[in-house]
Every structure is written in C-alpha cells, then in structure tokens.
C-alpha cells in the first residue's frame, strides 16, 4: 500500500487508535496532520515519530466539535503539505450511563464530538475533493453502533448516526471519485479500555471469538488499506475489526 506524496488528516490522532493509524499512514509514505485538544505533548511525540519515517507531520490544535476549528485545520493543512487527500475522523469520547439517569449534558457532548465533529470534518474536506474529483473518507465507527449497548445510548447513538452519514456520503461523493467507508472495531486494547472495570473487560472478552483483545494496529492497517488505490472499488461499506465480537 503506497501513499507517498499523500496528505492526511488523522482526528483523534494523538492517542490510542488514532496515533497508531496516523503512524500507519506515514509507515505507507504519507505526510499526516493530527489534531488534539488537550494532549498536546502526545501529540508532539506522534508528530516526532512520522518525521523519522520521513513524512511531513503537523499537530493542530482544534476542537472537531468546532466547525470553524476543522475548517482553519484543513487549510492549515493544505498550506502545510500542499494537498489534502485522505481524511480519517476518529475522535471521540464515551460518556455512560443508563438512559433513565443520563443528563443532556452526557447526551450532547458525545454527539458534539463523535457525530458532529465527523461532520464539520467531513463538510471541509469534501469541498476540496470535490473539486480535486478524488479523496478517501474512513469514519471510524463501532461494533456497537451496529448493535447498541447498555449503558451507552448516547455512544451507540453516535456512531450508528457515523454509519448512515457514511452511507449518504458515499453517495453523494461517488460522481467525484471519493471513497468513503467506515470501520467499526470491537474490543481493543487502547487507554480507555485499561481503565475499564475487570468485569466489563471480562465480558467482552467471552464475545471475541478470536479470544484475545484486539490492538490498535490492526485497526491502522484497514485503515490505511482503504486510504490505498487497493480500495478504490470499495465504497460505503462498514468494515468490523473486531476478532468476530459482533457474530
């Protein structure tokens, strides 16, 4: 999979699934930009280490929730690297909680960041790929937008809602020779999962057919597969990476 020459814009990048497929990316030869909120020396590391693969990288710090924030950072972007072609939406937060007890604050501050910032990102690019009549779109879903899970109305919500908006994307970019499809992982070794209870972790685990926690990594290399001219016939497709958790 070559994607030398190649710009990127990885959301979420600086951290857990989303600094590994920024670091896939420019394994495979592109110059990648991340952009970070609060994490801005986990960036910086991220930053650092696609520089020694020899692609340009660029930590931005912009808040996906703010549209005027993913527009400046995609022509931050194009200024930088002098293109953009691919873009990755990952960013996102969980927010749990039964829905009889949720408060709206819980409800709108996972939709901000994991529908809404999918959208202002998705808004900004498509303008140039539009115009350009190429580009690959992946938004990075879940196994349990697919399924729904307790205690995560607001999650589950937020990333069916990325699932349909791929599809209509896909749709609606397709004339322009732009991909877009998602991917949907399960149960993966990222920070946000060390941190869970022993017992949700344990149940998880007897859903992996695989029988073993997926990493980060393997979520980066369907990533950038899909970013590749290897994937140019593949379109609003949900791809799961997630040892057979969902079956």
């Not at 110059?31 to 960036?43: G, L």
């Not at 400046?72 to 990952?90: C, P």
């Not at 409800?107 to 900004?124: P, R």
């Amino acid at each position: 999979m070559h994607l030398k020459g190649k710009s990127a814009i990885v959301t979420g990048g600086s951290l857990g699934i989303g600094a590994a497929i920024a670091l896939d990316l420019a394994k495979n030869g592109a110059n990648v930009a991340i952009n970070y909120r609060k994490h801005a020396d986990e960036a910086n590391k991220v930053v650092e280490e696609i520089k020694k693969m020899g692609c340009q990288g660029l930590a931005v710090k912009a808040d996906v929730s703010n549209a005027a924030d993913a527009a400046n950072m995609v022509q931050t972007v194009i200024k930088e690297f002098g293109s953009l072609d691919i873009l990755v939406n990952n960013a996102g937060i969980n927010r749990d909680g039964v829905v009889w007890k949720m408060t709206e604050e819980q409800w709108d501050s996972v939709m901000n960041i994991n529908l809404k910032g999918c959208f202002n990102y998705v808004k900004a690019a498509t303008a140039i790929f539009k115009q350009q009549k190429s580009g690959k779109i992946v938004n990075i879903t879940s196994i349990n937008g697919l399924r729904g899970k307790f205690g995560q109305s607001n999650y589950s919500a937020s990333k069916a809602g990325i699932i349909g908006f791929t599809k209509a994307v896909a749709r609606e970019m397709g004339r322009s020779g732009v991909n877009v499809n998602a991917v949907a992982p399960g149960l993966i070794e990222t920070d946000m999962i060390k941190n869970a209870p022993e017992d949700v972790k344990q149940k998880a685990m007897a859903e992996i057919i695989l029988g073993r926690i997926g990493q980060p990594e393997e979520v980066a290399s369907v990533v950038s597969f899909l970013c590749s001219e290897n994937a140019r016939h593949i379109t609003g497709e949900v791809i799961k990476v997630d040892g057979g958790q969902y079956i």
